[in-house]
């Protein structure tokens, strides 16, 4: 058996100031703090090895502690994504986050867009050497056909996407649809009924966010028409302001969602451009994968949990590989509204139109498969 951390709960609990109850209450997911209290126990104990008995009793049964032998992962992306987004960035550090104490690799490999026949598929995969990995993530961004071919294969394998119904594979993906219900309830509860949504449906979890809108809308009365709002993926982003600077003139939102990461600071600037006051005249709601942006008047920014998943996966990968013949999992890691406070000190805090004056990072409005 797996030795336990020297680490001890007494110890852990001095560290931050807390009860030994309260720690231990938070380390076995029981009621009684609050959930930042028991995020800050939970990062603690990991950033100190802490763990429980339990925890150390399970990596002894299933063979998938610090004891077990090094694994090797592929996280497979499409191969005209050169460069690593900032999705697959955080994804690849949650998966390091959990990995590395166990001496598990994850190695990046990219899949051509397409293949002649059943020939070229099958040199890539020897090419690659992927029938010698013993597990296979799959992340967002790949085109549908390109995810299909990957669930096929006979590797333990988890999707970091909504899966399709009846997807053999197990999942674990950031819930947007539930984080864009919280932002229009949010809404709604502050008097704000002429929302404007502002997204895309090109991809499946981008649809669910168009959803979210329309049935939280919908319970409040309010029926939401796609015509109304900006849910068309435009590319060319001067014509996309043009849309959303339209949407905003004949709507006159008193508050709008943004549902695309990418698209917050550019829906701030074009707020100013139409002469819309924040917060005077309209709040907006956006959805941010980072946690340390600055903090805005009349901005609410509702976290995406990308890193997280990262962690949760690599967890139900060696839960998988340890488990192979229970049912299949779907896990949606719930993302929450980031707190107002000020930026870092010593550092001015941009403006919305400093932020859009930047050159862009992405062209394509796209944001993940999520």
Avoid at 54 to 69: H, K, L, M, R, Y
Wanted: contains cysteine; proline residues 6%.
């Amino acid at each position: 058996m797996a030795k336990r951390s020297k680490v001890t709960m007494e110890q852990l609990a001095a560290q931050l100031g807390l009860s030994r109850l309260t720690v231990s209450k938070a380390l076995k997911g029981q009621a009684g703090m609050s959930e930042e209290t028991r995020r800050t126990v939970l990062e603690m104990a990991e950033k100190s090895g802490y763990r429980t008995k339990a925890q150390t009793e399970a990596d002894a049964v299933e063979n998938t502690g610090p004891s077990s032998p090094a694994r090797r992962f592929a996280f497979v992306m499409a191969g005209e994504q050169a460069e690593l987004s900032e999705i697959h960035m955080k994804l690849l550090r949650g998966l390091h986050d959990r990995y590395q104490p166990l001496r598990h690799q994850v190695v990046p490999l990219f899949m051509p867009e397409s293949f002649a026949g059943k020939n070229s598929w099958t040199d890539w995969q020897e090419d690659s050497g992927l029938a010698h990995y013993d597990g296979l993530f799959i992340p967002p961004m790949l085109k549908p056909v390109q995810e299909r071919m990957l669930l096929a294969l006979g590797l333990p394998r988890i999707l970091l996407n909504y899966p399709r119904p009846g997807t053999k594979a197990d999942s674990v993906i950031w819930d947007s649809y539930d984080l864009v219900r919280q932002a229009v309830q949010r809404l709604l509860s502050e008097g704000r009924r002429n929302i404007l949504f502002v997204g895309g449906m090109r991809l499946e979890g981008l649809r669910l966010r168009w959803a979210a809108f329309r049935d939280e809308m919908e319970v409040a009365g309010l029926p939401a028409s796609e015509e109304n709002h900006v849910t068309t993926p435009i590319h060319d982003r001067d014509r996309w302001q043009a849309a959303v600077s339209e949407r905003i003139r004949s709507v006159k939102p008193d508050a709008i969602v943004s549902a695309i990461e990418h698209d917050l600071p550019w829906i701030v600037h074009l707020c100013g451009r139409e002469g819309i006051r924040l917060p005077e005249d309209c709040v907006v709601a956006g959805l941010d994968h980072a946690e340390d942006g600055p903090a805005r008047d009349g901005v609410a920014r509702y976290y995406l949990p990308v890193l997280e998943t990262g962690r949760r996966a690599a967890e139900l990968m060696l839960w998988r590989i340890a488990h192979p013949a229970v049912p299949y999992e779907h896990i949606r890691i719930q993302g929450r509204l980031l707190p107002d406070k000020p930026g870092k000190k010593g550092k001015p805090e941009k403006t919305a139109k400093s932020l859009a004056d930047e050159p862009e990072t992405e062209t394509a409005v796209f944001g993940a498969d999520d």
